[in-house]
């Protein structure tokens, strides 16, 4: 009855929802992250990253050259969540636009919605699909996006 009991626990756990919270763009609107990227059977690749974070910068750069690729085969969205602090969040603006990067832009600066997720490092990458987490990556390095669009494709 235990092991039943742990193993109905982990399903539960293995279908995540996405939480309720709202996070300003680069131009201060206010998105929500349950209403905004609800688009029935569209994949949502929320990366977390910081100006200051070398591995987050070079997923992103590595995302940012296949991502027009991967939209040819796949209904996605990639989202950059920075979860710079006060400090630090005046250097997102010029380095998005250095990097040119497509990304929708998020300002996770009281890290509402890393706290909501658990998120203790970043990189940290969150799949969603109609509302639900089913992927998670944590950490990067070379060649960790292709491992992640392996999976995207089987979504």
């Not at 626990?9 to 349950?34: C, R, W, Y």
């Not at 203790?120 to 990556?137: A, E, R, S």
Request: charged share 25%.
């Amino acid at each position: 009855m235990t092991i039943l009991i742990c193993l109905f626990g982990f399903f539960l756990n293995a279908q995540t929802q996405m939480p309720n919270v709202s996070l300003n763009d680069l131009e201060g609107k206010k998105i929500s992250i349950t209403n905004d990227f609800n688009e029935k059977d569209k994949i949502y690749v929320f990366s977390f990253w910081a100006t200051w974070c070398t591995p987050c910068i070079n997923e992103l750069d590595e995302m940012n050259d296949v991502l027009e690729d991967w939209k040819k085969e796949l209904n996605l969205e990639v989202i950059a969540v920075a979860t710079d602090d006060s400090r630090t969040q005046k250097r997102i603006k010029p380095l998005v636009n250095g990097k040119g990067w497509e990304y929708k832009i998020l300002l996770d600066s009281n890290q509402d919605l890393k706290r909501a997720l658990s998120i203790v490092n970043i990189p940290y990458t969150v799949v969603v699909k109609n509302g639900v987490i089913v992927h998670i990556q944590n950490g990067y390095v070379p060649g960790s996006e292709s491992e992640l669009y392996q999976k995207l494709k089987s979504l």
